[in-house]
């Protein structure tokens, strides 16, 4: 799962169950946890063995008989030759230059966990290789040792090898666990942990139980990621469903939250279907409106919240200052009273949307950007909707 997690675009955070096909041995993890040498990752000891996988600036890096792993600053590579350009903390930029090794039948393409260098965080199924053994093996479980967490290795040889985590990585008691999040979730709102189910293991929080909203979830998850020591947190937390609220109401309520021009997005859809609101836009590259998912989850009766963004390279869209012009000048007449018109360039032509309160009204506002902007080229995708 290591191209998914960490170089899928998946965010930091999200809960795995990593399954052993063999034994049914079961494992939690965190998107992002268990990436090698991630460049977000800076301050991990995470390495590649050289010879025995590709190198890209930026990776820790071992060699034979080194006190501690480098980083790659640049890598080189001819016929038979390769260059690598590694520094350490504190120390001038060193290079290493031998003949090219070529592995025609890789193990674990994606790196190798460096042990006992670095252990913290590897998990079922990691290759590794370690450093004291000069041999090569795979991680096959986690076990307690009284206090102490301990990493499983099986080594090529069989041999089975037990590693202690460092005292900084250990797991706090699952007590002491519980009784801390239950004290923060009490912070966010009085009787608030009353209503929650707080578990743990292995470093890693599990909550159950309901919320008026998801914007209260989210903040209870907020909260316990930033609790110190923790692996992560599971967040099994339901909304309650208002059977007061219709669907019709909470999309009316989404709509009005995304007719807004404070909002960089357009071509924009709302469906609601028994409290779970799936929301679709586009948005220029590199402004995503942050803003919108925070204000979505505010609504009260939204039991789930789907959003899909997509992201529309700059040089695709146009006419910006006009289409702001624009919209401006239509807010100004009373004759579109209690309506939103939004005009987008994009594809060579002038999106139109938003809501308007009657027919008169939606062809008076397409008339008008037909006006303004000097073109017939005019897509309608404005909603009638009674004020």
């Known amino acids: 799962m290591e191209e998914h997690s960490t170089y899928g675009g998946i965010e930091r955070g999200i809960p795995l169950l990593c399954v052993c096909t063999h034994c049914g041995t079961f494992h939690v993890a965190f998107s992002q946890e268990f990436a090698f040498c991630h460049k977000d990752d800076e301050n991990s000891e995470y390495a590649k063995v050289y010879g025995h996988n590709r190198i890209f600036p930026g990776d ?18 001819s016929n038979d030759r ?17 003949p090219k090794i070529s592995i025609e039948h890789e193990v674990a393409p994606e790196g190798y966990r460096l042990l006992p260098a670095q252990c913290v ?5 990691d290759h590794v290789y370690h450093v004291i053994r000069k041999q090569f093996g795979i991680a096959v479980g986690v076990v307690k040792d009284e206090t102490k967490d301990k990493l499983v290795v099986k080594m090529d040889d069989g041999l089975i ?26 912070l966010l709102s009085n009787g608030l942990s009353e209503d929650i189910t707080v578990e743990a293991g292995q470093g890693i929080v599990y909550l159950r139980g309901f919320v008026d909203s ?8 907020t909260k316990v990621n930033s609790i110190a020591g923790l692996r992560g947190c599971v967040n099994m937390v339901r909304v309650r469903k208002n059977s007061k609220v ?8 989404i709509w009005n939250v995304m007719d807004d021009a404070a909002h960089p997005i357009f071509k924009y859809g709302v469906k ?20 919108l998912k925070s204000r979505l989850e505010s609504i009260p009766g939204i039991i789930s919240l789907n959003m899909h963004g997509t992201a529309i390279l700059k040089e695709n869209l146009g006419k910006q200052d006009l289409c702001r012009r624009i919209m401006n000048k239509l807010a100004s007449y009373r004759f579109l009273k209690n309506s939103f018109v939004h005009v987008t360039y994009v594809g060579k032509r002038f999106l139109v949307e938003g809501r308007v309160t009657n027919i008169i009204q939606r062809e008076f506002a397409l008339l008008a950007v037909a006006g303004f902007a000097r073109s017939v080229a005019v897509g ?3 909603r009638i909707s009674k004020a």
């Open 60 to 77: 820790w890096l071992y060699f034979e008989g080194a006190a501690r792993p480098c980083i790659v600053k640049s890598f080189f590579q």
């Open 82 to 98: 390769e260059v690598v350009v590694y520094k350490r903390n504190g120390l001038p930029d060193e290079k290493y230059e031998g």
């Open 121 to 125: 965080l590897t998990l079922l199924g």
């Open 161 to 186: 090898v037990f590693m202690s985590y460092p005292r900084y990585a250990e797991n706090p008691p699952n007590a002491e666990v519980i009784s801390v999040v239950r004290k923060q979730l009490e």
């Open 214 to 221: 998801l914007a209260t979830k989210r903040a209870i998850q």
């Open 246 to 253: 219709s669907d019709e109401d909470l999309e009316k309520s």
């Open 272 to 291: 609601v279907k028994s409290g779970a609101a799936k929301v679709t836009f586009y948005y220029e590259d590199e402004v995503y409106p942050d803003e």
């Open 380 to 382: 309608n995708r404005l």
